[in-house]
């Protein structure tokens, strides 16, 4: 099964860092968009970051120059990297992606896949 698998979340003090990764797993052929959403106590989830295949980015205004999404190689995934912590960044953060999943050899049977993490939770508090 294609799922996504997401680590990170933690305690951190106002002005820490922190860094969220996500990455998918299974047969995917690729990996067309990818973002953060966050939903706070009590608050509508927001979309956080977003990052097409092409290297495309968008943020939430209020974290603009705190966060950053980017491709992790390493980890064949994602990262959201926090810095400037503040205590209002405190939510559950849920990783999106986009994938075409299959076989790359088989075109016939790709599937366009939306897929959701299981979220990780992020305190941001002294």
């Known amino acids: 099964q294609v799922q996504l698998v997401e680590s990170g979340g933690g305690l951190v003090q106002p002005g820490g860092s922190l860094t969220l990764s996500c990455a998918a797993s299974?047969?995917?052929?690729?990996?067309?968009?990818m973002g953060w959403y966050r939903q706070a106590p009590g608050k509508e989830r927001e979309l956080v970051a977003a990052?097409?295949?092409?290297?495309?980015?968008n943020y939430l205004d209020s974290v603009k120059g705190r966060f950053t999404i980017s491709r992790d190689i390493a980890k064949k995934g994602y990262t959201l990297q926090m810095n400037s912590l503040k205590p209002e960044d405190t939510a559950v953060y849920y990783c999106?992606?986009?994938?075409?999943?299959?076989?790359?050899?088989?075109?016939?049977?790709?599937?366009?896949?939306?897929?959701w993490g299981q979220g990780t939770l992020v305190t941001v508090s002294s």
């Open positions: 999106n992606a986009r994938v075409i999943s299959g076989v790359r050899e088989r075109t016939l049977d790709y599937r366009y896949l939306e897929l």
């Open positions: 299974g047969s995917i052929v690729s990996i067309n968009a």
């Open positions: 990052i097409t295949s092409g290297g495309s980015t």
